[in-house]
Structures are given as C-alpha cells and as structure tokens.
C-alpha cells in the first residue's frame, strides 16, 4: 500500500464506481482534501440520482468507461461490485498503483472497536439483530457496511467508547487488510460463482475477516458448518462458536429449548426458542450468532433476550406482506441463492405457492429442486432462470418416486405476471413465498428492489380483493 493511508492532503485519488459507497468515500475524500476523480462504467444519466449527493463538490467526473487517464493518480478505491480483474484494474496493478477500498479505509480509521459479520447467509439478519442488542444495551450503536449505510460519512461521529457492527460481504473482504476485533463468519456455502472464479476463491475471500487478528480478538464461528468449523485453530483470535445441534464449550447453543450463552462463568440463559419472533431455523441460527456476538462486545443477558423476543426481521427476508383471500404472502427476495431458497421453504408447514427465478449464479440446484417437489404446491417460475429450474425440477419428480406434492409447474416471463397468478392458485391457508433462488440482475437494480416490486403487486391485489368484498 502507499506510505500513509490516513492522510490524504493535496493526494490524487480515483475511484472506480458510483454507486452509493463510491459516492460518500469521493465525499469523505474530498473533505479530506484530496483531488479525487469518480470514474464510472455508466453514463452521467443513469447515475443521476446518486450523483445529485455530490453536487457542486469539485469532483472529476469520469463516466460511461474508464480511461486510461484516471491511472493519473496515487491510490485507486474498487467499489465492491467491481470486479478486481477489469482491464483498468489490471493496468493499475501492472503500473504499481495501489488499490484500496471503502472498507479498508473505514476499518483502520474507526477509533470504535469493530463487529465485523460475513457469512454467506444469515448476516444481514445477524448484523441487525447484534445492533440492536447493542443499542438495546445502551452503547451508541453504528450499522452498516453492506447493509444500509457506508459508514465512512459517520467517521467523524464515532467515539472510542461507541459499537460499530459491520455486514461485511467477500467483495469487502478481498482487500480488507485488517481485521474487526469480534469478527464472525456465520457459515460458507457456495455463493457468488458468478464473481469469484471458485469456491476456493470464494472461501479465501471470507476467511481474510480472520487474517489479522491478534491474541486480543476474538473469532465467532459456526460450529453446525463444517468448512466454518474447521477454520477453529488457524488463526489468532480467541474462537467462540454458536449452534443449534450441539453443546459447544465456548459460544451460545441450545440447551433443550433454551437459547444459552456459554462465555465465561456460569451458562447464562437468554430466552426459549418459542420467544423468537423469527421464523425458521435458519433465523434460530442467526438468533444465536447475534447474542454471542452481542454478549462478547458487552451487552448484558436481559438487553439480548429482549431483542430475540421483539425483533421482527428485515424487509425482504421471510417478511409478512399481506393476507389475500385467506392465503398469506411472504416476501423472501433476499433468497439469492437455491440454497437460501431452500432454507425459506423450511421455515413454512403450511403447504406453499412458490414463486422462483431471476439470473442464475453458477450454483447446484438439486437440494431446492428435491424440498419444491416435497414441500411445494404450486411453482411459480419467472425470469432468465425460469427454464433452468424447470428442468431442474422436473427431474427431481423423477426422483422422488411418487411422494411429491408438487401438483404444477407454471412458467411466465415477468414477477408483474407471476405475482396474480400465484394469487389465483393460492387456497386459503397457503403461503405464497416469493423466494427466487437468482439474483434480481435480469430485471431488477437489486434484491431491495425485486422484494419492493412484489410487495407493491401484493398489496395492489389486497386493495382490488378488499374492494371487490
């Protein structure tokens, strides 16, 4: 890296992507009296809403590509949905020109010690959940990272005695060169193929939330995942683990039906399982992540129990929507992967109308596949990967050798199509669960925005139902 990282008086710096966090690192930059440069692959008008923040800043502006002109400095700051093997990334590289990042900054400018959370599912919910014990606790509380807000913009606000929790993806991780002092990895399971060129990849992208940790820190892992598990031991931090099968010496687990911390003295009770307002067992996971995490950054038992008992989710992950007709809407946009979307059809008993599709990531799809044909009334298929999955499914009902319920499979182009057919198949008592198990990228900005779209089709249907009543 260059010399000084913290100061950046008079420096030239560029950054690659406009988005929300390249917009508020070029407004940090720029307060910090650098001679920044914003280059984006698209033009001035489809960026117009993120750049109205950044109006009147003496900001260079660089769109619709990246010149080779923008190398014109002494630090280039990647954007984390920029991939690191783009040609201007790869000449910089060759030039000797250091990259850096948003989070890379943040993390060794914060005068707060850090929770940082990765995993490939489970730590928006985790990352919430940890904030609001926190904050429950009483410690002015700062969330964000890949949820929400950048955090760069509030540096100036965090004080040595405030919390900070961090989601942090394997985009932020790739150059990350520090590590949080409670650092979490929930679980790996193959995700972003599309992006990392392999699991291996992928894998060492997330464990770098680990590779600078001292014998002062600490490392929450998840026992119940075996890749997760077995990092235990290969780095410095004090490891503690959560599960939900076993009894662990060091973390939180289930003591029959009682979520239970086991950090130093005494076992320490937090709530029953039924206190939980999430559902599934995927969110008693993410349920006992955030109390260890919590307790281990200083929240007492009573802060953490209340929150497990109170908190209701994050939109677009297995979020109520409305109830059409006696059949119950969920909204599980964030299910990116079939993995996620699997763990959304066990949350449910009641028999369910899926709706699934979006742009494939590279990922197996025979364990969803195997639980729609199992679990799934009717299929609802939408968008690029509709055909994919058809398939995928189709020969999973020649597996299951007569015990699927899966009684149709019905294939249009657009969620604005799937939606009211999903209503018109639903019976009372069905749920009708939008969890893609794509990403959004074929239709949508992102999963916030598939998840919006959904909920706005839904509720149009409740007010004609309501209307029509």
């Keep these: ?41 698209q033009p001035e008008r489809a960026l117009a809403a993120n750049l109205e923040a950044i109006r009147g800043l003496p900001i260079d502006l660089r769109l619709g590509g990246h010149p080779e002109s923008i190398l014109d400095t002494d630090v280039v700051f990647v954007s984390p949905g920029v991939p690191l093997e783009i040609p201007i990334l790869r000449e910089a590289v060759r030039r000797g ?21 990765t995993g490939s599912s489970g730590k928006t919910t985790t990352t919430a959940m940890t ?13 964000g990272g890949n949820i929400g807000r950048p955090l760069i913009g509030h540096l100036h606000e965090i004080r040595p005695t405030d919390k900070v929790v961090m989601e ?52 929450v892992l998840g026992y119940d995942n075996a890749t997760t598990r077995g990092l235990a031991g290969k780095y410095q931090g004090r490891v503690f683990f959560f599960s939900r099968r076993e009894r662990v010496s060091a973390g939180s687990f289930l003591d029959g039906d009682a979520l239970t911390l086991q950090v130093k003295g005494a076992p320490e009770r ?4 039924g206190d ?3 559902r599934g067992e995927h969110n008693l996971e993410n349920a006992l992540a ?51 979307a699997a763990a959304a059809l066990r949350s449910f008993t009641e028999p369910i109308v899926l709706l699934a599709g979006g742009r494939d990531k590279h990922l197996p799809w025979e364990e969803m596949a195997d639980l729609t044909v199992r679990r799934v009334r009717h299929l609802v298929l939408f968008g690029e990967a509709a055909g994919l999955i058809e398939r995928a499914v189709s020969e999973a009902m020649r597996r299951a050798e007569g015990q699927a319920v899966l009684s149709g499979i019905h294939v249009v182009q657009r969620l604005e199509e799937a939606v009211p057919l999903a209503a018109d ?44 009543d």
């Design 97 to 117: 020109i250091p990259l850096s990042s948003e989070t890379r900054l943040f993390v060794r400018l914060c005068p707060a010690p850090i929770v940082g959370i």
């Design 270 to 273: 937090i709530c029953s399982r």
């Design 290 to 340: 955030a109390s260890l995490l919590a307790r281990l950054a200083g929240a007492p038992v009573d802060a953490i129990a209340h929150v497990c008992a109170t908190f209701r989710g994050v939109e677009h992950r297995l979020e109520f929507v409305a109830t059409i007709r006696g059949a119950h809407f969920y909204d599980d946009s964030i299910a990116t992967t079939p993995e996620r």
């Design 168 to 219: 942090l993806s394997s985009f932020q991780l790739e150059m990350l060169g520090a590590s949080p002092h409670i650092a979490a990895i929930l679980n790996i399971t193959p995700n972003h193929l599309d992006r990392h060129p392999n699991m291996e990849a992928y894998i060492a992208a997330k464990r770098g939330i680990l590779a600078h940790q001292t014998a002062e820190d600490m490392a």
């Design 1 to 41: 890296m260059y010399s000084d990282e913290t100061d950046f008086r008079n420096r030239r710096v560029t950054i690659i992507g406009a988005a929300r966090e390249g917009i508020a690192l070029a407004r940090f930059l720029h307060a910090q009296g650098a001679r920044v440069i914003l280059s984006d692959i």
């Design 425 to 468: 198949l639903a019976q009372p008592g069905d749920v009708v669960l939008l969890a893609p198990g794509g990403t959004s990228f074929d239709a949508f900005r992102d999963f916030a925005e598939r998840g919006q779209r959904f909920k706005e089709l839904v509720r149009s249907l409740q007010s004609q139902t309501d209307g029509a």
């Design 276 to 278: 939980l307002r999430l």
């Design 131 to 143: 904030g609001e014990m926190l904050k429950q606790a009483g410690f002015r509380t700062f969330v």
